[in-house]
């Protein structure tokens, strides 16, 4: 995987430097301390740390500690001869000396009572104060504590040493108890088993505590006699004891199994009693899924399974988990192994029969006594014993397989070595396993490989070789893997020219007697066909006889013994069934005697001939009896499969529901159909008559001296004609494949989006509000939307009780008031056309009952008084009453409403600010709302306000009443409103946006990406989906993600680093989400000046931009949401009413207080989201990051820290001074590690807060974890620390929504249903590709990528059934494939496209793979042509290697005739195609340049077949169909229109033309066709890093020169070579229409191959870039090779590494090679006829001439090179006047001949066309036969030709580019197309950098003033 490093992450250098210069973050050099730690001297890591932590108290303890720690080290290491020891040592003790010179100060006691006394004060402060604890962070604060006091006392107990002094009881007392406990306390992953512990959350859970007693029960298990008892012991430390496995793999599968167990129990229903007992329906299920496979492998080998139960019924549980605790445990520590399922079965066979043994007391009758494992139980027996051996046989054959270049045949990779298990013959490898069995053995190492590398290497005696099957590089494969396919399309073939060549050519005159007749010919070809498949299958397995059984060895020679006797009874049979017999039949007679004719006896020999394919069709359509009959296991059937098939382990039983066969079926027979009638009628029968008649016409004349004169029928012309229809008629299956693709996947989307949402009511409303809140907030902190758009989206946290209706999103209810109160105003009492507006808008209706309903809640809490509480009841009394007669608007004059709604609008403002000191205005505003009310909206007066006045005491006498005894109406008012809750805060908000939103907001959000979002989301809610479990019941899984060494969190250095343009990454990314920016600094309420100002806000630019990348933080972020989706589901679950009316934001506000209190609601769901998801990144370089101070292990333990549930498993490496003490060497040892953050909060608050990892499991490993593929073995090694049902395998490039990690509870519930004839084991989902606005390539990339990802693969799916794994967001059935191989396959090269090898072995071991739509997964993409290109290449590679592998042959061989067809075309069909199709071109060109040199076109000149050739026509305009990415096209059109509309569709595609998608996908037909093609012939693929960064930079000339030089501008230019020789020769095509028909597309093939990387290159036409590019290439062409000289420095480094797959080729790629390049000799022979200086003479000498003069110039050539070396130093005039000569020589040449044969212009362009591909032809020659050509001593002279056929091509290329810099406009027109995605993103790259210099301007001006 990528490195990607930003400018301030430094590669890994000498440890001590590294440690005193990264500090940067707030991990401090403190972290560094204790973690920059040589990997040999891990053990003081522990100490330094300490050190660290104690240091702000005691300065003079964190001394000691040090001191101790340097000791220590130099026990460890006393002769610093680990890596970096010295180093570190040294700058240990330059520290010590510092810090004892302060320390020593003020000091007063002996270091010796200095510890003693912090000790004590420790314990009692630390340790004493958190005993206590209960909640989870004390309990690690306590584990934390433990563990410092026991290093602690470590520390004293040295210091007392040196000072003789004793430790006094108190302490040794307190260390006693510190030494128990901290044997208990250890850092826990998910579960705390320590007995302290019983109290936290999940420890209540009945499931739990069930599984935990379950494991506990130890009842009659014996013991080892030395055995020390230990607290809880349970079965699998009874395991650990007899096996000697790991104690930290058995905690790990303890916690494992518990887990397991327990989510499995939860869902038995009906529900056994809440008693901790585990239900044996439990048991079983995971016992039964656990051992399948073990059981079918037992049954496939005739051998009895180990798993006895016994009869008494108590035992039987016990008995179940120490089987599965076995066979866990094995998993658990078998490494590599794990990629050998069977191999395991092996291993587990023996282990469970020994383990039986052992408690039925056995005796073994050869010592008498009790039965013992074979592989005793001292420590880690098991590894060292059964793990290591197996393990360093795959290490070996990794070797010899020379990182994979090596021939696949010479060495066994990891299916190899695992199918040795599916015969009985692995019983001989015997228990405990022989030393000497074959299996161990290799074979005799080749001596000098690179002498000898054309030899075979000796195969030793006992080297067992390949078994049942070898890769071996070959084009045969493919018609070996798919020979009924093309069977079927030969035999098709055959008929339809038969029928169009006979009679009249209409398929009816098939009825005619000789015509049918002669297609029954159709058998004879099969018969050849099958002895080919015969003869093939041997040849191609013959390195496999060794390990092959008798059987199928036996099965292969009568195959084709049996084959080769039908080639010779159906011709003769056939010749005797004609009375009349045509020529062929005739020959036959002729041999065999003419005797009398019997059709009968042919027709009986075809009978006899079709009788096994009648019972396969048979079969076929009964799917249930061939599963049957393929899986049965009894003799007498197995024989009977014999013949149709080997028998093999996998493989069996595949086929589908009869259901699917029919759909799958029917697609195919409609889609041949349709290819078969097109090809008759289109391509096959025009051509015949044409055909018919060129093989009638004479020519005696040709240009060029013709070997075979005498040729009948002009054979020539007919195959030239012949061969690109026959290759179109081949290939076209691929575009009728896409067709019906798209016709089909459009109509099951469609079909798919029928669905119903519930409707949701009461309770359901306040659950659905809280999930939709979350969505919205998690789209705030996104920055997707801005405050004002949350705030419009949002709806009501807290259910109002007095609101008795559903409370919609503001953004949908936005500027209904204004507008329903604007009608009301106009409606002049008549109601019924206010009513109609109100039915007719929804959404108006329940703004209004809202606003109504709000306003009368408000307003009685707000008033108190009793008077006024009167007054009011009575106006809402009588409005209610008029509401309910509905004559509300007739009653009421709503004229006035308008200066209601004014006032109340501001009383709203008021109550929002809640200021004391506006309550007088309140008191007003009332009054003004009450007159409104009372005197102008009702009209009859209310009698509660006759006495309105303020005292109501006018008139009864006339005295003054005292100021404090009058009544102030509104005076008792609820101002300031108290209490202020959040729920009434978010009331007036939500009534304040209702009352005054004047616009619509149907545009909220305004951001594509959030509109995308909730679209799909809503869409989605309508699809088929299972209805969700609660979270307690469903499914648990976990999500795995490997990482290598690419970016994690953007540094500000490379956010900020300005490319040579000036545009740095962070100014890319605001000018490309411009409104997301403008969000972040709304949302961190800063400008962008003050980002600077503070860490935190530094690091929240990071985390923007990272979030904007393809890093591994936006992977972890995205992932996350799975958790808090189960959080708040959990919540929702278990929440009672009232927490439910409260709301969970009111839950995350108090978590605080509830993390303290176990039995909270918020810690429950904690607890029940830990039981049910694990999320585990392998990030397998941490350790090695984290020791040389890493900037990556920074951020990654800050992500750790941040998400305290995530876990990281990373492979330690470790040195170790060997125990052989004569001999001090240093050995690596290595470690599957799984870490998390240490509990953050410093013990001491005074304290820096230290964010440090620590170690919960560490598990030993055999040896270097990575043998084959690096990504697969990334994922195995962390495997073991998943957890759960499901696992999702998610790349570190995906992303994930909030919105989406809801619906994971639904998807996973589709493991329980049945999809056809068996339940799913991968659950695919759709991918949503978020790198689509980046650039218009990124753009076309993504919409063909999501094409893929939802319409091709519903379509894979369902209905043809051959979906496979692609990529990563799909959830494996986690026990299904962790017992069968794991999710992906790692052996060295074969392997390279590992994902889609776990969809193959899944359906071979019976899996089902689905697709389901409504979920996705984000996904990033590569962005740039030549990151593209890379993957292109990459993904063309794998299918290459796919192809030989024996996973496509079985697929091919064991899937049913449709089935197979589809399997074909959607894997290495369709790279097949794409090569056919780019033959085509090759093979139409060749055919003319023959036609034309030959004189053959001129003499046919006036015939219709060459002038006006319609079927070519069609034939070539179906290549360039394929060949500008129609195919592509047209089910990305299909799908955009599906989600976004037809409309959009086109317009997209359109735009995409625009934008030159076509010139893009011709480009990638290039790429995929030289990879796919090299692959199979020579090998050669690689692992690509692509990078995963933004391409804003302009790549250099020479780079695109390496990349693409020999995939597309070689060939561009042999085009280019073939197309200018014909346009100057040729004469039938001067017709402007077919002219263009025939060659406008290769034109278009040719340019694009040669000048897309230059047109799609940013600043590709900048004259100022073209002139360094200029001088960057000619200094790269010129730089001399040689070791250690990379690639990139010199041509002559690149030029070997480009042709070093031929090294490792092998002879049969070396001959192809060869072969392939005698084409480049045609020119010179054909063209040398043409000159004008031969006169037209037809002579050989003419060529042989043409020889002479290639000789001389060579020689001339060499003579200068090598008098270049001999005399430019001592003789340089001399040489230099012989180099004058030379020209003289060649212009006198020159002139003579123009003078006297009258050689012309043209003469000396033909001679450059004839001679220049002759050269090319020799040199490639050279290259393939290179040993031999080094040994004759010419290689250099190869070099030299090279070097100037490279610059030639360079020259050819730069110059026109160099000729469009000149035009200014040219790069405008380039910037535009490439970066502004349809005119309408907005970055276009001259505003970029002006607004960029603009900036950097005012910055320094602004610097300066």
Not at 279 to 298: H, I, S
Request: charge should be positive; proline fraction near 4%.
């Amino acid at each position: 995987m990528a490195s990607r490093r930003g400018p301030d992450q430094q590669p890994p250098g000498p440890q001590r430097r590294i440690m005193r210069t990264q500090t940067a973050g707030n991990i401090g050099e403190a972290m560094l301390d204790s973690e920059v730690v040589p990997s040999s001297l891990v053990e003081i890591a522990p100490i330094l740390r300490v050190a660290n932590e104690v240091e702000a108290r005691n300065p003079r303890v964190a001394y000691l500690c040090r001191f101790y720690a340097f000791e220590k080290a130099h026990r460890l290491d006393p002769t610093s001869s680990g890596r970096g020891v010295r180093q570190f040592k040294t700058a240990l003790l330059q520290r010590l000396e510092r810090e004892n010179e302060t320390t020593l100060v003020g000091k007063q006691k002996s270091d010796a009572r200095e510890m003693q006394n912090f000790y004590r004060l420790y314990y009692e402060q630390y340790i004493k104060k958190l005993q206590s604890a209960a909640d989870k962070a004390d309990r690690a604060q306590l584990t934390k504590a433990y563990q410092t006091a026991a290093v602690l006392f470590e520390v004293l107990k040295a210091v007392n040493l040196s000072e003789s002094v004793e430790v006094s009881d108190e302490i040794l007392e307190a260390h006693t108890e510190v030494a128990e406990k901290t044997q208990i306390y250890v850092p826990y992953n998910i579960l705390p088993l320590d007995p302290d512990s019983a109290n936290q959350a999940i420890m209540k859970y009945p499931e739990i505590q069930a599984s935990v007693s379950a494991l506990r029960n130890i009842r009659g298990l014996p013991w080892p006699k030395n055995h020390e008892k230990k607290v809880n012991e349970d079965i699998l430390d009874w395991l650990q004891a007899m096996f000697g496995f790991q104690r930290d793999n058995v905690a790990n599968q303890r916690e494992h199994l518990i887990l397991l167990l327990a989510n499995v129990h939860i869902r038995q229903l009906p529900k056994p009693d809440q008693q901790p007992k585990l239900d044996d329906r439990a048991l079983t299920e995971v016992m039964k899924k656990l051992f399948k496979n073990y059981t079918k492998w037992c049954k496939f080998l005739g051998r009895k399974r180990s798993l006895w139960l016994p009869t008494i019924q108590q035992e039987v549980q016990q008995r179940k988990l120490l089987y599965m605790g076995l066979y866990l445990l094995i998993w658990g520590e078998a490494a590599n192994l794990r990629f050998m399922p069977e191999c395991l079965c092996y291993i587990y066979h023996h282990m469970a029969f020994e383990l039986y043994g052992m408690l039925a007391g056995n005796v073994s009758p050869m010592t008498g006594e009790f039965i013992k494992p074979a592989y005793g139980g001292e420590d880690e027996a098991f590894l060292r014993k059964v793990v290591t051996p197996i393990y360093e046989t795959i290490a070996k054959e990794a070797r010899r397989s020379k990182g994979g270049k090596y021939k696949h045949s010479d060495w066994r990779n990891y299916d190899d070595l695992n199918e040795y298990f599916w015969s009985v013959d692995c019983f001989k490898l015997g228990w405990p396993m022989r030393a000497d069995a074959d299996f161990f053995s290799q074979p005799p190492e080749k001596l000098q490989v690179d002498k000898s590398e054309d030899r075979k290497p000796i195969t030793g005696d006992r080297w067992t070789g390949k078994i049942n099957f070898v890769e071996i590089r070959s084009f045969w494969h493919i018609f070996r893997s798919f020979d009924r396919m093309w069977s079927f399309f030969i035999l098709c073939l055959q008929a339809m020219i038969i029928i169009a060549w006979n009679g009249n050519g209409d398929l009816s005159s098939i009825s005619e007697g000789d015509t049918f007749k002669k297609v029954l010919s159709i058998f004879i070809t099969a018969a050849i066909l099958k002895l080919a498949q015969a003869v093939l299958d041997i040849m191609l397995s013959w390195k496999a006889r060794r390990m092959m059984s008798y059987h199928v060895k036996l099965r292969y020679i009568l195959k084709a013994i049996s084959a080769a006797v039908w080639v010779i009874v159906m011709p003769v049979t056939y010749a005797y069934s004609w009375k009349n017999p045509p020529g062929f039949a005739q020959t036959i007679r002729s041999w065999f005697g003419n005797g009398s004719s019997s059709p009968s006896l042919f027709i009986l020999a075809v009978f006899i001939y079709l009788s096994p394919n009648i019972l396969n069709v048979l079969l076929f359509l009964f799917p249930i009896v061939r599963r049957y009959l393929e899986r049965s296991n009894y003799k007498i059937v197995t024989l009977m499969m014999w013949w149709s098939q080997p028998r093999l382990y996998v493989g069996r039983g595949m086929h589908e529901s009869s259901v699917s066969l029919f759909k799958y079926t029917m697609f195919w027979v409609l889609l041949i159909v349709a290819k078969l009638a097109f090809s008759f009628y289109i391509e096959i029968k025009p051509l015949v008559v044409p055909t018919k008649e060129i093989m009638e016409v004479p020519i005696h004349t040709f240009k060029w001296h013709e070997f075979f004169p005498r040729a009948k029928n002009n054979i020539g012309v007919v195959v030239a004609l012949w061969a690109p229809i026959i290759l179109v008629y081949f290939m076209d299956t691929q575009i009728w494949y896409a067709i019906f693709s798209t016709i089909f996947g459009g109509i099951y989307g469609a079909f798919r989006r029928l669905g119903e949402i519930p409707s949701n009511k009461g309770k359901e409303a306040a659950r659905f509000a809280q999930l939709w809140n979350k969505i919205i907030t998690s789209f705030r902190e996104e920055d997707l939307i801005s405050n004002r758009e949350r705030n419009l989206l949002l709806v009501p946290y807290w259910a109002d009780p007095d609101l008795d209706l559903i409370q919609w999103p503001p953004f949908l209810l936005a500027s209904k008031i204004p507008i329903a109160v604007d009608m009301a105003k106009d409606c002049n009492r008549k109601d019924r056309e206010l009513k109609k507006k109100l039915d007719a808008d929804n959404y108006m209706k329940c703004a209004v009952r809202e606003c109504y309903a709000s306003c009368k809640s408000i307003i009685n809490n707000l008033v108190q008084g009793d008077r006024e509480k009167v007054v009011i009841n009575d106006i809402f009394t009588k409005v209610d009453e008029h509401i309910e007669k509905d004559d509300l608007i007739k009653e009421l004059n709503m004229s006035d409403l308008p200066s209601l709604y004014e006032q109340f609008v501001e009383l709203i403002e008021c109550l929002s600010r809640n200021n004391k000191d506006e309550k007088d205005r309140v008191v007003i505003i009332l009054l003004n709302m009450l007159e409104v009310m009372t005197r102008d909206i009702m009209e009859d007066p209310l009698p509660s306000l006759l006495d309105s006045n303020h005292g109501g005491s006018y008139g009864k006498h006339e005295g003054m009443t005292p100021l404090d005894q009058q009544y102030q109406y509104f005076g008792a008012l609820n101002f300031p409103v108290q209490p202020e809750t959040e729920a009434w805060k978010e009331k007036i908000r939500r009534l304040s946006l209702l009352l005054t939103v004047k616009e619509s907001a149907m545009d909220v959000p305004s951001n594509l990406e959030a509109r995308r979002r909730i679209s799909f989301f809503s869409n989605s809610l309508f699809m088929d989906m299972p209805a969700a479990p609660k979270v307690r019941n469903m499914l648990s899984y976990s999500v795995l993600t490997p990482y290598y060494t690419e970016a994690v969190l953007f540094s500000i250095n490379a956010l900020e680093l300005e490319n040579e343009d000036g545009v740095s990454i962070l100014f890319y990314l605001q000018k490309i989400f411009p409104d997301e920016w403008t969000n972040f600094l709304e949302r961190v309420n800063s400008s962008e000046e003050e980002l600077r100002g503070t860490g935190e806000l530094q690091e929240e630019l990071r985390l923007w931009a990272s979030y904007r990348g393809q890093t591994l933080t936006k992977t972890v972020r995205g992932m996350m949401y799975y958790r808090k989706a189960l959080e708040l589901q959990a919540f929702l679950d278990m929440a009672k009413d009232k927490d439910l009316m409260k709301g969970y934001k009111d839950v995350e506000s108090n978590i605080e207080e509830d993390s303290k209190n176990e039995r909270s609601l918020w810690a429950q769901c904690q607890a029940i989201a830990d039981m049910k998801f694990t999320y585990v990144v392998s990030c397998q370089q941490y350790g090695i990051h984290k020791r040389s101070g890493d900037a990556r292990a920074k951020d990654i333990l800050r992500l750790m820290t941040t998400y305290p549930s995530l876990r990281v498993a990373y492979i330690d490496e470790v040195e170790v001074t060997s125990n052989d003490k004569s001999k001090k060497t240093i050995q690596k040892v290595y470690y599957s590690v799984l870490v998390k953050a240490a509990s953050p909060k410093s013990i001491d608050s005074s304290n820096p807060v230290q964010n440090l990892d620590e170690v919960i499991y560490k598990i030993k490993l055999p040896g270097p974890a990575i043998l084959g593929e690096g990504k697969p073995e990334n994922q195995n090694h962390a495997i073991i620390f998943t957890r759960g049902e499901g696992l999702q395998t998610i790349d570190m490039n995906q992303d994930n929504y909030m919105e989406e990690a809801f619906k994971m509870r639904n998807l996973l519930e589709e493991f329980l249903k049945t999809h056809g004839v068996r339940p799913p084991t991968i659950l695919g989902l759709r991918e949503h590709i978020f790198t689509g606005s980046v650039s218009s390539l990124a753009w076309f990339m993504s919409n063909q990528e999501t094409s893929f990802v939802t319409i091709g693969q519903r379509l894979l799916a369902n209905p043809l059934k051959v979906r496979f794994h692609y990529g990563h967001p799909d959830v494996f059935d986690r026990l299904f494939h962790l017992t069968r191989g794991g999710v992906s396959k790692a052996s060295k090269i074969i392997n390279l496209s590992e994902d889609i090898f776990a969809g193959f072995n899944s359906t071979l071991r019976e899996g089902n793979v689905t697709h389901h739509e409504y979920i996705q997964v984000g996904k990033g993409r590569d962005v740039g042509l030549n990151q593209i290109s890379m993957f292109e290449a990459k993904i063309a590679n794998g299918n290459g290697e796919q192809t030989i592998s024996r996973d496509i042959y079985r697929l091919g061989h064991r899937f049913d005739f449709f089935r197979m067809l589809s399997c074909y075309f959607t894997t290495t069909g369709f790279y097949f195609s794409t090569l056919i199709t780019v033959l085509i071109v090759y093979i139409f060109l060749y055919g003319r340049l023959y036609l034309v040199l030959s004189g053959l076109e001129e003499g046919l000149s006036n015939h219709p077949a060459i002038r006006d050739n319609k079927p070519l026509q069609v034939a070539l305009a179906s290549q360039s169909f394929v060949q500008i990415g129609l195919l592509m096209a047209l089910p990305m059109m299909m799908e955009i229109g599906l989600e976004r509309g037809f409309r959009n569709a086109l317009i997209d595609f359109i735009l995409m033309q625009l934008q030159l998608a076509p010139v893009f996908f011709t480009f990638s037909l290039g790429t995929r066709t030289h990879y796919y093609g090299r692959t199979l012939l020579h090998g050669g693929a690689e692992y690509r890093s692509t990078g995963r960064g933004f391409v804003v930079f302009h790549a250099k000339f020479a780079d695109n020169y390496r990349l693409y030089s020999r995939s597309h501008f070689v060939k561009g230019i042999e085009l280019m070579i073939l197309l200018l020789v014909y346009h100057i020769f040729g004469h039938s095509y001067r017709g402007v229409v077919a002219y263009v028909f025939i060659t406008i597309s290769i034109w278009f093939m040719v340019g694009t191959w040669l000048f897309a990387p230059f047109l799609f290159n940013p600043s590709g036409f900048e004259w100022q870039k073209i002139l360094d590019d200029w001088t960057d290439w000619n200094k790269w062409i010129s730089n001399r090779g040689g070791i250690g000289v990379l690639p990139e420095k010199s041509w002559e480094s690149w030029w070997d590494k480009e042709h070093d797959h031929l090294r490792y080729s092998g002879m049969r790629g070396r001959i192809t090679e060869i072969v392939l390049s005698v084409r480049f000799f045609i020119y010179q022979y054909g063209l040398v006829y043409h000159l004008n200086i031969t006169k037209n003479t037809q002579n050989f000498l003419v060529y042989g001439a043409s020889w002479v003069v290639i000789l001389l110039i060579l020689f001339v050539m060499k003579a200068v090179s090598v008098g270049r070396r001999r005399f430019s130093a001592n003789f340089q005039l001399v040489f230099r006047m012989i180099k004058g000569l030379i020209f003289i020589t060649f212009i006198a040449i020159l002139i003579t001949l123009i003078a006297v044969p009258g050689m012309t212009f043209r003469d000396i362009i033909v001679c450059i066309l004839a001679f220049m591909p002759t050269g090319w032809g020799m040199l490639l020659i050279a290259q393939a036969c290179k040993p031999v050509v080094v040994r004759a001593g010419l290689w250099s002279s190869v070099k030299t030709l090279a070097r100037g056929y490279e610059i030639v091509m360079g020259l050819l290329l730069f110059i026109p580019v160099a000729f469009l810099a000149w035009f200014p406009f040219v790069s405008e027109f380039q910037t535009r197309m490439l970066f502004n995605q349809a005119f309408s993103r907005g970055l276009q790259i001259s505003r970029i950098l002006g607004g960029q210099r603009k900036d950097r301007a005012d910055h320094t001006s602004r610097n300066k003033e």
